[in-house]
């Protein structure tokens, strides 16, 4: 009896976006929450002293340092040209800037501990993308959630800059592996109709999270108050683990059988479907849960494990080959290939590994092109940011409408990404994000200037929600976690080094040149997007022998017929959707434009490209 591919037994048997998905997609969610006050509680903890006149003049009788206080909106220059001692702090606790002194000559630290945020993100994207791959995903997001509530907390006590650097760092360790997990665990039990529609949406949490973080900085406006009320919401998300199941993609990848039943079972009994008749693919490799395929097709969905064995105890190991969608770290496992040879195939991705991957010139192509993709999103992003924060006004006011642009951008990330494909949708929100940072490079300072800005932060926003998705779909399942936590080590070092890029522009009096750099490198990136293969409607690949369903127009020749019938294969999976229905549709149209118009000497080996 042929095998089933997750996916496949989602469509067919368990229900693609059922009530039980539905719950798993909301309640993972939730750690988007304390997951964005992790990272940009930096925004209020940091609020500049000098800009909000949070000082006053030691000699009331001190004309300089009045003029100075006289000022609506002090600037560092005039502030710094003061007489030691002849001025003193008068909210010291509300901002580390003013509690550890960091003005003047010291400035610069400032910078620095946010770029170590990031430095330590860049660290937990490795360390927790392998540990997701090999150990799970919810004991993963359980260890990351844990470094980062304890390493905030640090932060909140810290005495002194370099206990706070420190802090700092070691909570973008944490918070990496928190997004890299929530994401997996949020969709992975997602069929394809839905997955990438689900996997924008999970996203928006983070937005929310963002509107949370403003509320908290109005309520407690001492920075330690901030770092402690980050800590009570994210203890608050511990209560979840409870309730969520271990993915049952990575289960099946990793050949624990007994373990995915459990789940599966649970999938069913939840909403109110039944198991699989046929036996589900799954890997070779697991540790010692095997009870072969077959043991899949037999389950029962009358039996229900309690709450405490399907939130913490199951193991699912049987991965199907998905058509689905996932984002920040791979949520597929491995998938069928139909029969005893594809168990082999099975087995043997059991063993691959992003290395060995990398050994293939196309795979290879496509990594790095992904790399230098999230690079750019992220220093865009947070250097756009960094701009904005400059505008006067509230900071409060100004954070808050920012992130809400963020909204309208993931609402059409999501309508275009199932429309016009993933690497249309990707390409044209970073193109969009680019050209906007070139306008607004070469325009008078004013308040144009702040709407390109704003405009340019809104296709980085767009894009960076559809990069998760496209990049899990372009590889295999066993290495997708290790891949995006890679690509998300490249999208922190964007991270770290926007902030130095914006002080460049500032020290060489060029405000405007951080834009024109922003919007060069996006540009390239949005054109270089282009060369990799469209995956809406394609299978998610599995193994690499299920690379072969994925090839762009560099692959089948279709640029070498001109730009018009390039144009029209790249919206030709489009038209027919993700069903298994139009998937058959897809591959017969593949095979007859295949037979009528060969590509000579262009399809590279394994079909990848």
Not at 206 to 229: H, Q, S, T
Not at 290 to 295: L, Q
Not at 402 to 422: F, H, K, Q, V, Y
Not at 509 to 528: D, H
Request: overall charge neutral; proline content about 5%; aromatic content about 10%.
């Amino acid at each position: 009896m042929p095998e089933l591919s997750f996916d496949d037994t989602l469509v067919k048997y368990l229900g693609e976006f059922g009530a039980h998905q539905k719950k798993i997609c909301l309640l993972a969610s939730l750690f988007w929450l304390p997951n964005a006050l992790f990272i940009l509680l930096m925004v209020f903890t940091g609020k500049d002293p000098i800009k909000e006149r949070w000082f006053e003049c030691t000699d009331p009788t001190d004309t300089a340092c009045a003029r100075v206080l006289a000022l609506s909106a002090p600037a560092s220059t005039d502030f710094c040209g003061l007489a030691p001692g002849s001025w003193h702090w008068t909210k010291p606790s509300y901002s580390v800037i003013s509690q550890f002194n960091l003005v003047c000559g010291k400035a610069w630290l400032s910078q620095l501990v946010n770029s170590a945020f990031f430095l330590g993100y860049l660290l937990g994207s490795g360390i927790f993308g392998t540990m997701a791959d090999h150990h799970g995903r919810k004991i993963t997001l359980l260890a990351s959630t844990c470094v980062a509530t304890v390493f905030t907390i640090m932060a909140g006590c810290a005495p002194n800059y370099w206990v706070y650097f420190a802090a700092r760092l070691l909570t973008g360790v944490g918070a990496a592996g928190q997004a890299l997990v929530t994401y997996l665990i949020a969709t992975e039990s997602i069929g394809p109709t839905w997955r990438g529609v689900a996997g924008v949406g999970t996203q928006m949490f983070f937005v929310l999270g963002e509107f949370l973080l403003v509320l908290v900085a109005l309520i407690f406006k001492p920075w330690r108050g901030i770092c402690f009320a980050t800590v009570a919401i994210s203890a608050a998300s511990f209560a979840i683990f409870v309730i969520i199941p271990e993915s049952p993609r990575w289960l099946l990848a990793k050949g624990r059988v007994a373990a995915a039943n459990l789940v599966m079972e649970r999938i069913a009994h939840e909403n109110g479907t039944r198991m699989p008749l046929e036996p589900v693919a799954h890997g070779a490799s697991g540790d010692g849960d095997h009870s072969g395929p077959a043991a899949v097709a037999a389950g029962s969905s009358d039996h229900l494990p309690s709450s405490s064995d399907a939130g913490i105890h199951h193991r699912h190991s049987d991965v199907v080959h998905g058509t689905g969608r996932s984002e920040a770290g791979g949520g597929h496992s491995i998938a069928s290939v139909g029969s005893a040879a594809g168990s082999q195939a099975a087995g043997a991705a059991g063993h691959m590994t992003l290395g060995s991957m990398l050994k293939d010139r196309h795979i290879a192509r496509r990594f790095f092109i992904l790399a230098y993709v999230w690079m750019v999103l992220c220093m865009c992003y947070y250097g756009i940011s960094l701009g904005l924060s400059a505008l006067k006004g509230s900071i409060y006011v100004t954070f808050f409408i920012t992130s809400a642009a963020e909204l309208p951008a993931n609402a059409m990330g999501a309508w275009m990404i199932e429309r016009i494909g993933r690497h249309n949708s990707l390409a044209a929100g970073i193109l969009v994000g680019g050209t906007a940072c070139l306008v607004c490079s070469f325009l008078p300072a004013g308040g144009l200037q702040a709407v390109f800005a704003a405009i340019g932060k809104f296709g980085c926003a767009g894009a960076f929600t559809i990069a998760s998705i496209f990049t899990s779909e372009l590889f295999p399942t066993l290495v997708r976690s290790a891949v995006l936590g890679a690509e998300n080590e490249a999208a922190r070092v964007g991270g770290i080094a926007a902030p130095w890029i914006v002080l460049l522009g500032t020290q060489l009096n060029m405000p405007a040149m951080p834009f024109l750099i922003f919007g060069c490198t996006s540009v390239l990136a949005g054109l270089l997007i282009f060369t990799l293969p469209e995956t809406l409607g394609a299978p998610m690949p599995d193994t690499m022998k299920d690379m072969d369903n994925i090839a762009s127009i560099f692959t089948t020749g279709a640029w070498r017929k001109g730009w018009r019938h390039a144009g029209s294969e790249m919206f030709a999976k489009r038209a027919y959707g993700a069903s298994a229905g139009n998937l058959q549709k897809i591959s017969e149209k593949i095979a007859e434009e295949g037979r009528s118009t060969p590509p000579s000497g262009t399809s590279p080996p394994g079909g990848a490209t």
